[in-house]
Nanobody, 124 residues
Framework: QVQLVESGGGLVQAGGSLRLSCAASGRAFSRNDMGWFRQPPGKEREFVAR????????YYTDSVKGRFTISRDNVKNTVYLQMNSLKPEDTAVYFC?????????????????WGQGTQVTVSS
């Protein structure tokens, strides 16, 4: 298992930016693909983005393409989610998660370790 702790959430106006961080410890961070999910109020948890263990390959859900960027630093054992041009519909609790490398995971059940989440609120 990998222990994950998210940070960087907060309140921002529409059109603004936030950068989320997820610090990892435990099982070798670089041997995991990493992902971000979010859970809007009253809704199911949904996939946002994934990055391969090497950082070379990324994948995004359509609603955030061109606005969000996932990246990782395997020296610092940290994965990031840069969120630009934020919209009120981006309001959610954001979670980072770890998945076995090479699976191409996008479903929550494919991820084996989760952080506690960080709240992002975008005001209109």
């Amino acid at each position: 298992q990998v222990q994950l702790v998210e940070s960087g959430g907060g309140l921002v106006q529409a059109g603004g930016s936030l950068r989320l961080s997820c610090a990892a410890s435990g099982r070798a961070f670089s041997r995991n693909d990493m992902g971000w999910f979010r859970q809007p109020p009253g809704k199911e948890r949904e996939f946002v983005a994934r990055i391969s263990w090497s950082g070379i390959s990324t994948y995004y859900t359509d609603s955030v393409k061109g606005r969000f960027t996932i990246s990782r630093d395997n020296v610092k054992n940290t994965v990031y989610l840069q969120m630009n041009s934020l919209k009120p519909e981006d309001t959610a609790v954001y979670f980072c998660a770890a998945a076995p490398l090479g699976v191409g995971a996008t479903l929550a059940g494919q991820f084996h370790s989760w952080g506690q989440g960080t709240q992002v609120t975008v005001s209109s």
